[in-house]
């Protein structure tokens, strides 16, 4: 028996698991459901063999064992808290909710449901950031002391995407405060988050920020850095630098082709993969692949809704460092005041 899937969201990310999960040999996509009627949603529908249906018709079907929840940012919760209601698996896209309060709440909910739930933090899945903390892991690289993680996308997004976003910290920051989670594996004491609108005047009137800088410190006193730009001149830039006692470790961007050219007058070589669609192909098969086999067989994803949780605690006080201009001294039972 193949398990059996709902779609939640037929836009840009949810395209993307959609495709990868009707490519799974194990998966049926059943049903896509978006409120939204598009050419777009319908093509989709016919391309995977899924049924455009309502909400409630993929909730009340017993034969449904696993949604994806690949909407908008303020449906999530709610869809996964009917989820949890309902007894189905879920794989939710980050973040969890836009508030922090309702995404404690809805952890507790799906705790006490007993579903297993996966968050969409792809990066995990990637290969190079994945062999970076199997490096750090095995204890080869020595201690991690010093991480440094740049992610700068190569245009701003249009207005309308950032208004539901939750904004910069919640919709891109949570990504590298996963990741950093995920590497320096230790409580994390403080936070120290800078931001301006240097880019769009479109974001700084939607009342978000387009360019950010966060530190954060653990408890033994290891650092992490992090900046995030809205724009990147040389298109999607994603690298980090792990800087461990007994040697460093990169993650560069991955060139669209490693096609190079050299003239007395100098070197060229092509820019990185555009976009996390391309760049991140791979991680996004890998993690659908993941969720499939956390339906079929229990298996632990790389990421839960626990990880989610706690990316967007480390979240909540970059916000609040950034809005109070001081650092915030943190725990791992901080909220948001
Ligand atoms: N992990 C990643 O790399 C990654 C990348 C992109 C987006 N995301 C996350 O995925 C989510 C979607 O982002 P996107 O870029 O695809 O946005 P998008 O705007 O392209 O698509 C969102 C879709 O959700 C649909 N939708 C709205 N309400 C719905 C509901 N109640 N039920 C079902 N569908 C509904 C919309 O009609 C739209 O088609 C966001 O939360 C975003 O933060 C994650």
């Known amino acids: 028996m193949p398990i059996r899937l709902a779609i939640f969201g037929a836009g840009r990310i949810g395209q993307v698991h959609a495709r990868n999960a009707a490519a ?59 989820a949890a209601d309902a007894g189905k698996a879920v794989f939710c896209e980050k973040p969890i ?33 994945r062999a970076v903390r199997d490096r750090i892991a095995s204890g080869a690289a020595g201690r991690l002391e010093h991480l440094m993680m740049q992610s700068r996308d190569p245009a701003p997004p249009p207005a309308s995407y950032v208004r ?51 530190v954060l410190k653990t408890r033994s006193g290891r650092l992490a850095q992090v900046t995030n730009c809205r724009r990147g001149p040389m298109g999607y ?44 192909a791979q991680a996004y098969r890998d993690e659908m692949n993941a969720f499939a086999e956390m339906v079929e067989t229990g298996s632990r994803p790389l990421a839960d809704l626990t990880d989610g949780l706690e990316a967007q605690r480390l979240v909540e006080a970059a916000i609040e460092s950034h809005r109070t201009g001081l650092p915030i001294e943190f725990a791992p039972d901080w909220r948001p005041q």
Not at 67 to 81: E, F, M, P
Not at 107 to 128: H, K, T, W
Request: charged share 25%; glycine share 6%; with cysteine.
């Open 24 to 82: 799974h040999p194990s998966v049926e996509v059943a049903y896509l459901v978006d409120p939204v009627a598009s050419p777009g949603r319908d093509t989709l529908a016919t391309e995977i063999g899924a049924r455009v249906v309502d909400a409630d018709a993929a909730f009340a079907d017993d034969r449904i064992d696993g949604v994806v929840v690949a909407s908008s940012t303020d449906t999530h919760a709610d869809l996964v808290a009917r």
């Open 97 to 129: 909710s836009l508030d922090f309060a309702k995404t404690e709440a809805l952890a507790e909910r799906v705790r006490n449901a007993g579903i297993p739930c996966m968050l969409g933090f792809q990066r995990r899945y990637d290969a190079s950031f």
């Open 164 to 214: 539901t976003s939750g904004g910069m910290f919640r919709d891109t920051a949570i990504h590298d405060m996963d990741m950093a989670r995920f590497l320096l594996d230790e409580e994390i004491a403080s936070v120290y988050a800078v931001g301006s609108c240097l880019i769009s005047k479109e974001i700084g009137a939607a009342g978000d920020i387009d360019t950010l800088m966060i």
């Open 237 to 280: 830039d994603q690298r980090l630098e792990a800087l461990c006692s007994e040697e460093v470790l990169w993650v560069e961007n991955r060139p669209q082709t490693t096609m190079r050219t050299a003239r007395p007058e100098g070197a060229w070589a092509a820019a990185p993969m555009n976009y996390f669609i391309e760049r991140f």
